[in-house]
């Protein structure tokens, strides 16, 4: 079993910065994904940025050039840092990883981002 611990959610204004952690305890193997997804009211839940453990990321068109998502293997911990913040990316936030063997598909609790304008 695979819990993940989110940290770094807050209340910023317009224009600001944030950095989320998120870190997995137990094993993830060495072949998986972990990222990032939001959900804002009213609203489905949607893909932020995804790296793989090669170093592949993904990012949603509306946060390229504005977040950079990392991590640390050996810590199994992803970063996500968010800079020139927008009141529209105001959302939960969650962490995810999924990967192999299993396959296996984990979601943290969310975190709380709100951006004031």
């Known amino acids: 079993q695979v819990q993940l611990v989110e940290f770094g959610g807050g209340l910023v204004q317009d224009g600001g910065s944030l950095r989320l952690s998120c870190a997995a305890s137990?094993?993830?193997?060495?072949?998986?994904?972990m990222g990032w997804y939001r959900q804002a009211p009213g609203k489905q839940r949607e893909l932020v940025a995804t790296?793989?453990?090669?170093?592949?990321?993904n990012y949603a068109a509306s946060v390229k050039g504005r977040f950079t998502i990392s991590r640390v293997n050996s810590k199994n911990t992803v970063y996500l840092q968010m800079n020139s913040l927008k009141p529209e990316d105001t959302a939960v936030y969650y962490c995810?990883?999924?990967?192999?063997?299993?396959?296996?598909?984990?979601w943290g609790q969310g975190t709380q981002v709100t951006v004031s304008s």
């Open positions: 995810n990883v999924n990967g192999l063997p299993g396959p296996y598909d984990y």
């Open positions: 137990g094993s993830i193997g060495s072949n998986y994904r």
């Open positions: 790296i793989t453990s090669a170093g592949w990321t």
